[in-house]
């Protein structure tokens, strides 16, 4: 589903997010992408979500080439793939229910199966019985779990995640990331950028750990 | 669990061959022209009715930047309807441009009312009257106040004349028309005055100049206007602009609700602008009606045509979305990802 192949990525001003760095994700995998500040996560899921483009080497991402993707065909690519961010980025102008609606409309689904949707993907991180309240009202936890049912609501088939738990109590971070792991169950491919190395060891998943934006371990965290 | 995570990556599998259909074949079927026509109209009545609503929940903002629009289209449309109206004076004024034509003193009344049948057939002639001597003595002793004195003369010492009528306006025209008069038998003199026609077509054209570069001047202002109340659009709503670029949003799809905002600051701009002209120009009329029955004129100011009208509101609605695409894709690169 992800093949990296010697992907380098240098900033203009001449920082250097990742050096050379090769793995591959099966489709249906749960992963963890460690390594301390700086390490090149975020470089990383930018990388997949072509915010920026590898200055060296191949990305695939089901198939297709991000090196050379298209303009055109970002909007689309983008569409396959859903992203929870530290900051959920959610929109204080409107309800749950439409902060969730957003993908689909850009789809330009008709209302009722938006409904639908939008109703099940609230439904799996049980939310489904604020859908007609503002974020505000909702603690962190809660608009965390909002910004995943945005990420999930189109059905992906990757899901990133970059620090997702980083504002939230320890208690917190575990809710969210069974709901990560329920998300995985039902097929779609979960990568998951964070430096919360204790929480990532309870969970037995596939881990790769970045240092200064080299690959410095690949293999079930422990 | 982890039971699930490792399946073989067939080729099959793969999404991305052709990636705009895969993941949305996960979800009801938007392919085929019907469904993207009807998914293209639903996000363009949104569009629409969301920057409607967003317009209307700020309704001074709004009020006044359709204002601002309003006096810079009316202003020079204004000053180009009175310019017309003015124009139009002026052919009621050509009349007043005539050449008188005076024959030499042997020419007789016979040969007077032939020149004169004459010059009327002309093309560039609208009416040509002869004023035989006795006539002219006769207007002269009345005009003069001289009557008796005059009566004393041995002879009549004015000249038969013809005056002529032009049927054009054209100052080149009429020169070379008086020309050709000029040298017809028999014609000891024409005069032609010129002065006023000159004066007017003068201050025509200077209007015209002026109104075009006050048009130019305002059109620019107006995009400024729209622009700069587009740009604050998207800066308020930078977070969801970001947001929409992340889940698969288009540009076309991001610009749509600024474009829409810009059409419709341009027609509400347009639609005030037609109701300031035809309400000022409704007030104006009333004093110039005034001013004209004062000279004897019927004139009054002609309203807003139809037609002016709509295209003052094509023209708005045009500079709206402009303005707003200028704004839109100026910005838009800057502030989010590609
Ligand atoms: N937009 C950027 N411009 C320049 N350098 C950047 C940018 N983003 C990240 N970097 C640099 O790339 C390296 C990796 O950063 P990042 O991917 O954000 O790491 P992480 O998410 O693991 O903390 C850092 O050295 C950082 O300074
Ligand atoms: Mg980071």
Redesign the pocket.
């Known amino acids: 589903m992800i093949r990296f192949e010697q992907v380098a990525?240098r900033?203009?001003?001449?920082?250097?997010?990742?050096h050379e760095l090769s793995f591959r994700v099966r489709r249906g995998e749960f992963l963890f992408?460690t390594?301390?500040?700086?390490?090149?996560?975020?470089?990383?899921?930018?990388l997949l979500l072509a915010m920026?483009r590898p200055s060296a080497g191949k990305l695939l991402l089901a198939g297709q080439d991000l090196a050379t993707i298209t303009n055109s065909q970002i909007p689309f690519l983008r569409r396959q793939i859903g992203v929870v961010f530290q900051n959920h980025q959610l929109l204080f102008d409107r309800s749950v229910f439409a902060n969730v609606a957003l993908p689909l409309q850009i789809l330009g689904l008709p209302q009722d199966e938006i409904n639908q949707r939008v109703s099940l993907a609230l439904e799996r991180v049980s939310l489904k019985d604020k859908a007609l309240q503002a974020p505000t009202d909702l603690s962190t936890g809660q608009q965390q779990r909002v910004g995943i049912a945005r990420a999930i609501v189109h059905q992906p088939a990757l899901l990133l995640a970059?620090?997702p738990t980083g504002n939230l109590d320890p208690r917190l971070a575990a809710e969210i990331m069974s709901v990560f792991e329920d998300i995985n169950q039902l097929g779609t491919t979960v990568l998951i950028?964070s430096?919360d190395l204790a929480l990532i060891a309870r969970m037995r998943h596939r881990m790769l750990t970045?240092q200064?934006?080299r690959l410095i371990g690949d293999g079930e965290a422990v | 669990m982890s039971s699930a995570r490792v399946t073989p990556d067939q080729p099959g599998e793969r999404v991305g061959a052709t990636t705009k259909n895969q993941v949305q074949a996960t979800l009801s079927d938007t392919r085929g022209f019907r469904n993207q026509l009807r998914a293209w109209l639903e996000n363009h009545r949104a569009s629409c009715v969301d920057s409607t609503s967003r317009l209307v929940r700020q309704p001074l903002g709004s009020f006044f930047t359709c204002l601002v629009m309003a006096v810079a289209l009316s202003l020079p449309m204004g000053l180009a309807l009175l310019l017309e109206n003015v124009s139009q004076l002026g052919g009621s004024w050509q009349r007043a441009a005539q050449i008188s034509l005076f024959l030499e003193l042997d020419a007789g009344d016979t040969y007077g009312e032939l020149l004169r049948d004459k010059i009327a057939e002309h093309e560039h002639v609208a009416e040509a009257q002869w004023i035989s001597r006795e006539q002219a003595l006769t207007e002269f002793q009345e005009q003069s106040g001289l009557g008796e004195a005059l009566r004393e003369l041995p002879d009549n010492p004015l000249p038969g004349s013809i005056l002529v009528t032009p049927e054009v306006i054209d100052k080149d025209a009429l020169v070379a028309l008086l020309d050709e008069l000029k040298n017809m038998p028999k014609v000891q003199q024409a005069q032609l005055d010129l002065m006023w026609i000159e004066r007017l077509a003068a201050i025509l054209q200077m209007g015209e100049q002026f109104i075009f570069g006050l048009s130019v001047l305002l059109i620019a202002a107006l995009l400024l206007v729209v622009g700069n109340t587009i740009r604050l659009h998207i800066e308020n709503r930078r977070t969801e602009i970001e947001v929409i670029k992340l889940v698969g949003g288009t540009d076309g799809y991001v610009r749509r609700p600024f474009l829409y905002m810009g059409v419709l600051y341009g027609l509400v701009g347009g639609v005030m602008a037609w109701l300031l002209l035809a309400y000022g120009l409704n007030w104006l009329n009333d004093s110039v009606v005034q001013l004209a029955q004062l000279y004897g004129s019927e004139f009054s100011l002609s309203g807003v045509p139809i037609e002016d009208g709509f295209s003052l509101l094509l023209g708005a609605v045009l500079l709206g979305y402009i303005g707003a695409w200028l704004a839109v894709a100026r910005h838009l690169r800057e502030l989010s990802p590609r």
Do not use: F, Q
């Open positions: 990525k900033y203009p001003n001449g920082h250097v997010g990742l992408v390594g301390h500040s700086g390490a090149g996560k975020s470089t990383m899921l930018r920026e970059d620090e950028a430096h970045l200064r934006g």
